[in-house]
């Protein structure tokens, strides 16, 4: 079933009815003068015609596998859409509005909007992926009666999202395409939304993994792009941008792959662009990282576990701190089984390879780390990787949400989801990266928030979070004061071993042992 709204500015949209429903599909929000281009907001004449959004938008550039590898990080597949990709028209939104008493809402209705950003590692991902799909939580809210507008955007991935150097800039291409077209993004929303029903002053940022630390780093501009943030299990503590020199060295790598370190400048960027796309995703080694870097403009630094706990807040600047209303910050049991994935190739004596690499940073810190989370170099492959993980979990998923909750200026509220992974696999049992009612719990608390009516006590007054599961165990969500707490589910390891040598020393051990070949 389809439906219409007519938009003051983009004239006529045909939507897709469905379950109480109508989604506006493969929306363009912004245009590329070429694929390696900055993005710019999309303008509208008078002679577009009728904007068919019955149809997924094409997704931008992607593994050949990448949605198959997603569904083996969940342990479980959807059925799948037929989908298209291109370099230049994968900038669209796909936007879900709930029926207000079976009639669409207006632009007086000013509903809440939030706008979801998808994870992938900033290699993979797409809106139109199915578990990417927000009609169920549209739904959701309208059946509480708190509805919102739900809009899930596209944007560049890999090396067209990521890739840079001087070179580069100096001939008209930025840095970090990726972050620039979420910027574009939000701008849209709040430029157009409310002719949908929503309203832009209102607008929430959601993000999963690299969504989330997506939603970290846009905190980072001055333009104040969303009034709440909701970060799940991803941070710029976990996952923080690159330094100049190292994307430097990575499109080196690039330019040697391509054959072209004896061409000019002009003629390399120019065989650059005229690479095709299943060229271009092979170019970069897996080992290399495509990623967004400290610039200067999107991205002013990196900051520490130290400063991002303190109300004064780190040394670089970051005025979202002061733009963004309200955070809910969580993390799930056992995220860092997205690292299992990445270790694979290392995992022959993989216990023994990260005993000699953390035995080999400053001080004591590599011993301590062993000693708490009884690792040593007879244990078997997967039993050694399984406490590895453990210390990444606490590392770069739990201790991150709680510093950033701690610091944070405004309400902040924390979360742990926890219940099991329920689908076969090398996971199965552990909470990562729902069952229905704890589904649906969740999803409600989310609501709640995005409706500006909290989720729980405030971290700063009790510092407790939101639990999430163990449905098996008997509960669907409970809150639980305090950090660290058996109930919580969540390790005191961490913090015990933090009191000796720092979190950012710890995080440092991580990132040696990840970065360093076995």
Known sequence: ???????????????????????????????????????????????????????????????????ENEFGFIQQSLPVPKLTSSDLEGLNLNISVPLLESKLPTPTSSLP???????????????????????????????????????????????TGFLTSQELRNAGYPSNNGLRDQINAFRWVKKYISDFGGDPANVSFIGESAGSVAGNLLLHTKEPLFKRYISMSGTALMLQPLPPPVSEFVYSNVIKSMGAEDLSSQERIKKLLDLPNEELLTLVPPNLPLLPIVDGGVIAGNFSYAEISSKEGPAVSMPGRSWCEELLIGDCQFDASIF???????????????????????????????????????????????????????????????????????????????????WDGEWKGEAGHAQRQVAVAFAGDFIKFMNGKGAWATFGSKEGAQVYGQSGKGFTSQYVEGVAREKSGRRNTIYQLAEDVGLDSLAGAWVTFLTTAG
């Not at 694929?35 to 999309?42: I, N, T, Y």
């Not at 578990?131 to 991935?157: H, T």
């Not at 492959?381 to 909750?405: C, H, M, Q, V, W």
Request: hydrophobic share 40%; aromatic share 12%; with cysteine.
């Open 113 to 159: 909007v939030f706008v979801f950003v998808y994870g992938g590692g900033y290699g993979l991902g797409s809106n139109a992926w199915p578990q990417n799909d927000l009609e169920r939580f549209v739904k959701l809210s309208a059946d509480m009666e708190l509805p919102v507008i739900g809009v899930g955007i596209n944007y560049r991935l890999g090396a």
């Open 340 to 422: 299992g994935f990445m270790l694979g190739p290392r995992i022959a004596g993989i216990a023994k390879t990260f005993c000699n690499i953390v035995h080999k940073t400053p001080g004591d810190v590599g011993e301590k780390i062993l000693q708490a989370y009884d690792i040593n170099p007879s244990l078997s492959d997967k039993e050694g990787l399984y406490r590895i993980l453990k210390f990444s979990t606490d590392i770069n998923f739990f201790a991150p949400a709680i510093a950033i909750a701690k610091g944070w200026p405004g309400k902040a509220y924390v979360y742990h989801f926890n219940e099991p992974n329920p």
């Open 1 to 67: 079933m389809s439906a219409q709204i007519k938009h003051q500015t983009l004239g006529e949209i045909q939507g897709r009815q469905g379950n109480g429903v109508v989604q506006f599909l493969g929306i363009k929000y912004a245009s590329l003068k070429d694929k390696f281009a900055g993005s710019e907001l999309v303008e509208y004449g008078e002679t577009q015609g009728v904007i068919d959004g019955t149809q997924l938008g094409p997704t931008v550039i992607n593994p050949p596998m990448g949605l």
